[in-house]
T-cell receptor
Framework: SQQGEEDPQALSIQEGENATMNCSYK?????LQWYRQNSGRGLVHLIL?????REKHSGRLRVTLDTSKKSSSLLITASRAADTASYFC???????????????FGEGTQLTVNP | NAGVTQTPKFQVLKTGQSMTLQCAQD?????MSWYRQDPGMGLRLIHY???????DQGEVPNGYNVSRSTTEDFPLRLLSAAPSQTSVYFC????????????FGSGTQLSVL
């Protein structure tokens, strides 16, 4: 499979708590990206981490990448009700494994942050 | 900038009908793509384009056609709609040809009866 697999499928937490979502994959990648999708809306890019990077931060988001384990995690700190959404990891496949440039998406993690 | 604009937002078709989903971007992006989103299956790539006049198939191209006559527009045509094509369709574009950040439209919800 050339798409990532998110874990857990669903996560419910209280406001102020941290939320951690994981993405595992099996192929070689150029980069890994995380997107958010609010109900009924398009996906919004959150953060991109390249295969030679181990950790990136953006505001309350922290992403790690372990290429030896082929896994990534997205941490949202001090969550808010507005963070309620689906979160997807997307793999940018290495040039040698695809006939074109594209991103493949996992099935997502549904995060619910309760007020 | 409007970003990526998709029309229509909702559409109901009967089996066998044809229609075109429109997608336009005003960011001068070379890369454009179409995904469909189905429950439990994530987003699957239908077709993509790396520039005007250049298109290629994604994971699930059957039953769909695309063309790219201009940098701005990338319409998706359903030739003969089938119930299996009931889905939410997203158009996305990127400034890079090699898997960089995608900008998504707001989606078209299509039902085929």
């Amino acid at each position: 499979s050339q798409q990532g697999e998110e874990d857990p499928q669903a996560l419910s937490i209280q406001e102020g708590e941290n939320a951690t979502m994981n993405c595992s994959y099996k192929t070689s990648i150029n980069n890994l990206q995380w997107y958010r999708q609010n109900s009924g809306r398009g996906l919004v890019h959150l953060i991109l981490i390249r295969s030679n990077e181990r950790e990136k931060h953006s505001g309350r988001l922290r992403v790690t990448l372990d290429t030896s384990k082929k896994s990534s995690s997205l941490l949202i700190t001090a969550s808010r009700a507005a963070d309620t959404a689906s979160y997807f990891c997307a793999l940018a496949l290495s040039r040698g494994e695809t006939s074109g440039s594209r991103l493949t998406f996992g099935e997502g993690t549904q995060l619910t942050v309760n007020p | 900038n409007a970003g990526v604009t998709q029309t229509p937002k909702f559409q109901v078709l009967k089996t066998g009908q044809s229609m075109t989903l429109q997608c336009a971007q005003d960011m001068n992006h070379e890369y454009m793509s179409w995904y469909r989103q189905d429950p439990g299956m994530g987003l699957r790539l239908i077709h993509y384009s790396v520039g005007a006049g250049i298109t290629d198939q994604g994971e699930v191209p059957n039953g769909y056609n695309v063309s790219r006559s201009t940098t701005e527009d990338f319409p998706l045509r359903l030739l003969s709609a089938a119930p299996s094509q009931t889905s939410v369709y997203f158009c996305a574009s990127s400034y890079s040809l090699w898997g960089e950040k995608l900008f998504f439209g707001s989606g078209t919800q299509l039902s085929v009866l």
